[in-house]
């Protein structure tokens, strides 16, 4: 199972950026679908997650401005990120947790990352 984000770059405060992610291998179900994000000498942080039922979950610097969606079928993961600010930059990086699928020869129950895709707002 691998991961692969697209996306990413550099804009101004106020513009927009969108950011997606798919899945790919032999995988049965993914529990939930998000991305993280990690600023230089910062801690990594949830930005905003999906489950597979739909629920949501942004942390709240977000909320209003980032937006989540998932395709189960495709199991694919986009961020659409509006109004950037300059402490939206970091490097962002996708995760599907609770991924039921086939990997090292066998049925495994794990989580994945993608690579980070850099995100810069500044004027």
């Known amino acids: 199972v691998q991961l692969q984000a697209s996306g990413g770059g550099a804009v101004q405060p106020g513009e927009s950026l969108r950011l997606s992610c798919a899945a790919s291998?032999?995988?049965?179900?993914?529990?939930?679908m998000g991305w993280y994000r990690q600023a230089p000498g910062k801690q990594r942080e949830l930005v905003a997650s999906?489950?597979?039922?739909?629920?949501?979950i942004y942390v709240d610097s977000v909320k209003g401005r980032f937006t989540i969606s998932r395709d189960n079928a495709k199991n694919t993961v986009s961020l659409q990120m509006d109004s950037l600010k300059p402490e939206d930059t970091a490097v962002y990086y996708c995760?599907?947790?609770?991924?039921?699928?086939?990997?090292?020869?066998?049925?495994?129950?794990?989580?994945?990352w993608g690579q980070g895709t850099q995100v810069t707002v500044s004027s």
């Open positions: 291998g032999v995988i049965y179900s993914i529990q939930h």
């Open positions: 995760n599907a947790g609770g991924v039921l699928g086939v990997d090292f020869g066998g049925t495994t129950f794990a989580d994945y």
């Open positions: 999906i489950t597979g039922g739909g629920s949501i």
